[in-house]
Structures are given as structure tokens and as C-alpha cells.
């Protein structure tokens, strides 16, 4: 939706775009690390809605370099899932939830998760989705002491940290997501182990 989305998608097969800038911002660690380093971990992608878009390119790049990842995938209904075939053809295994049982297993992605984390060793969740389920999936994966990456998304104009419109407030402070981002530790959105409230202001 939008003025530039509409121009975008009349575009047709031939036409152009004038430029473009990117990519812009920070990528998922595994991205910059050792490809031998990443090829010895276990990987779990947890998308929700519209989130299995940029999880679906990652998955495919991991398959395409020998390296077999699992993935949950969640929606409301079974007419709102996207990707499922594609997903399926890159992924070793493909859990699929739905809100109302339309599909897969009945329910939201955070039953699978636990699941997957108390049966398997994972070393690393990636998620994107809606900002609340990846609180929820940082917080499951976090409490199995498993590292866990979210990428957050926010309204963006400019994509590079002069318009401040994509700023948010972290547990480490405010944040870019555009130029910090979009990927994070989830440690910036949960904690889940809070200092308890000594009653001291200075947070010590
Ligand atoms: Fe302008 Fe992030 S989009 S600062």
C-alpha cells in the first residue's frame, strides 16, 4: 500500500529503476561469521505472518551452502501462510501453525518451539514476524539458554540514520533499526533475568 508500492508494482518486465541504495544495515551474525564456524551449529527459523519472506531467502542461502535448518512457520490462517511450498523445498523440517487449525498444528509457534528446544539441540533461533511473537520466542529460546536473533521491523524513510523515524526504545537503549538493524540481539527486547528492584535508582 502506498504511492511507491503501486509504481513499484506496475512496473513491467524491461522497465527500470533509476537507483537504489543497499543493502543498508545490519545483517544476521551468521552472515558475517566463518562458513565452517556456522556449518557446525543448528539452526532453528521461527517466522510468523509476513515474516517468512526475509526468513524464506536465509533458509534457501543455508541450504544452498550444505547446511540443513529447521523451520516454524505460523499464521493466523492457512489462506494467510505465504511461502509454504518454497520453505518446504529448502528446509530439512517444516513445522506449520495456524491460529485456528486451518493448517498444521493448532495453535501459535511458541508450542513448536519449546518443543523443538526441550527435543533438540539448537545452538541459535533467528526470528521475524510480529513484534510480540518474536518477544515470545526470544524469551522461550533465551530461558532454554539458547541464542536467539530477532529482526525487528520499523516505518522507514530514510535508511540511513538521518530521519531518526525508525528509532526505538531498547533495554539498550534507543536504537536505529534501520543502521543497528534490523537484526538484534534479543537480549535488546527481553530480559529474562531482570535485576530484582532493590529500591536503589541508580539500577545497581
Ligand atoms: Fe531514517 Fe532509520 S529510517 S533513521
Sequence with gaps: VGASTERMAGLKAGDYFQDF????????????????????????????GVGSAPVYPQVKWMKEHGIDVDVIEGSKTKDL??????????????????????????????SVLSRVLSDEKIDMVQTCGPHKMMEAVAETSLKADVFCEVSLEERMACGVKACVGCSIKTLDGMKKVCHDGPVFDS?????????????C????
Design 81 to 110: 501462510l505465504i511461502l509454504e511450498d518454497e520453505l518446504k523445498a529448502v528446509a530439512g523440517n517444516l513445522y506449520i501453525t495456524t491460529d485456528d487449525g486451518s493448517l498444521g498444528e493448532k495453535g501459535n509457534v511458541i
Design 187 to 199: 537480549k535488546i527486547i527481553v530480559d529474562v533475568n531482570p535485576k530484582e528492584n532493590t529500591g
Design 21 to 48: 541504495v543497499g543493502p543498508l544495515g545490519q545483517p544476521s551474525e551468521f552472515v558475517k561469521e566463518d562458513l565452517e564456524e556456522v556449518k557446525k551449529r543448528r539452526y532453528l527459523f521461527v517466522a510468523g
Design 201 to 204: 535508582s541508580c539500577g545497581n
